[in-house]
Each structure stands twice: as C-alpha cells, then as structure tokens.
C-alpha cells in the first residue's frame, strides 16, 4: 500500500469517525431521533466493471436546511420544482422504477408487450 494511499484513506476514516454536522447551520445530522435523510452528492466521471473511477462530490445537510434554505434556492434559480411523493405515491414509484429495471435486465418480461412482432 502505497503511502498517498494510507493517507487518503486514513483522511477518509477520521470523516467517517466523527459526527456529521450540517455544513450549513452546524447542527448534528442523525442526532435529532428522526430519520429524516438529505442526500446531496454527485459521482462525475466513469465507471466499469473493474474499476469506478467517478469523483464523488457531496455536502452534508440537515433536513430544515434543505426544506428552508436549499430547496427553495434550487427552485427559483434555475425555475424548477422538486417532486414531492408521500408514502403510498413513493411506495408505487419505487415498486414500478424496480420492475422496469427487472424488465431491462430480463427481456422475457416484455414477452406480452412484444407479442406479435417476430425477433430473429
Ligand atoms: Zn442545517
């Protein structure tokens, strides 16, 4: 192993050991007893079989921070609106998102959707 590597990774155990505070206003994340979660990153670049070499971009932020100050920002700067789903409208997307990427790996899935046309 070499030495830029045991330092990185000794870097990546001490962000990982400590507590997470919201890099907006400070507080402890996963502190409050809800389990609210705030994913905000992005992996840029590619990825293979053997080896995904995307740089991982990420912020750490606290559930009233995304709600008050992120989202709001996100949508009037670029005009946008967030989807918001409830349980049951989540439940259902998740459940159909599941089956479409079953259907992609699995082509026999759409046997009855491509009936009638012959694949040679
Ligand atoms: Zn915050």
Known sequence: MGKVYKKVEAH???????????????????????QTEVNMEAKIGDSYPDCDCRVLH???????????????????????????????????????YRQQEEAKDNPCVNIGESRGKSEI
């Open 12 to 34: 990546i155990k001490e962000r990982i050991d400590y507590d997470t505070y919201c890099d907006i206003c400070g507080c402890e994340l996963y502190d409050d007893g809800t």
């Open 58 to 96: 990420m912020v750490d932020i606290c559930g009233g921070c995304f709600i008050e100050k992120i989202k709001p920002l996100i949508e009037t700067t670029f005009n946008i609106k967030f989807q918001v789903m409830d349980n049951d409208e989540r439940f259902s997307y998740d459940r159909l």
